[in-house]
């Protein structure tokens, strides 16, 4: 399985071989200081292989370099960074 994760505005998203868009995680931010993260998707012929943990750490890094707080609103984003 070939992926290239991107980034756009405000998500980070996974195109394979062919380029067709299969996962994306979409953020928000707010004011200076703070980011939800609000919704999260992956094609479900390519649910199990961790697409959404590698799109949740890019996210989480770059609004860490931003010295974001960040605030999980999507149920995937609440379980896996309450961990």
Known sequence: MSL???EDND???ACDANNKEVAEMTFIRVGKDKATI???????AYRGRGIADNLLDLV?????????E???ICSFAVNKLAR
């Open 4 to 6: 290239r994760f991107l």
């Open 11 to 13: 998500r980070f998203y």
């Open 38 to 44: 609000n919704h999260t998707y992956v094609d479900p």
């Open 60 to 68: 989480v890094k770059r609004l860490q370099q931003e010295e974001r």
């Open 70 to 72: 960040i605030i999980p």
